[in-house]
């Protein structure tokens, strides 16, 4: 499941191919609003936890992860991680992410 942060139109990406138009957007992109996020000249991402929960299989994890552009200018946004292990390989199951709530809008 997969709900990235800069999207209006279609919210939640189900397909793989979905997901990966938002990271790399391009010609054959799923989604028409895509812009490529991964391709962004991001200089550095810190993750600040606010929790986790560790079960036999699974991991969640919620908190803030702040990315900077090359201007210097930091970005925050709320997410929240699931986890799970196959075949002893930590894979991510459930991405969340969206702007923190402003009331001035």
Partial sequence: MFKPTKCANEQFRPSKSEALSYFIAGEQ????????????????????????????????????YFFTDVEGNEAKVEYTFGYKLIDDTLKIDLHHSSFP???KL
Avoid: H, S
């Fill in 29 to 64: 992109r799923a989604c028409k609003e895509d812009k490529g996020f991964a391709l962004q000249p991001w200089t550095k991402v810190r993750f600040e936890n606010t929790d986790f929960i560790l079960e036999a299989n699974r991991a969640i994890a919620m908190g803030n």
């Fill in 101 to 103: 709530y402003d009331p």
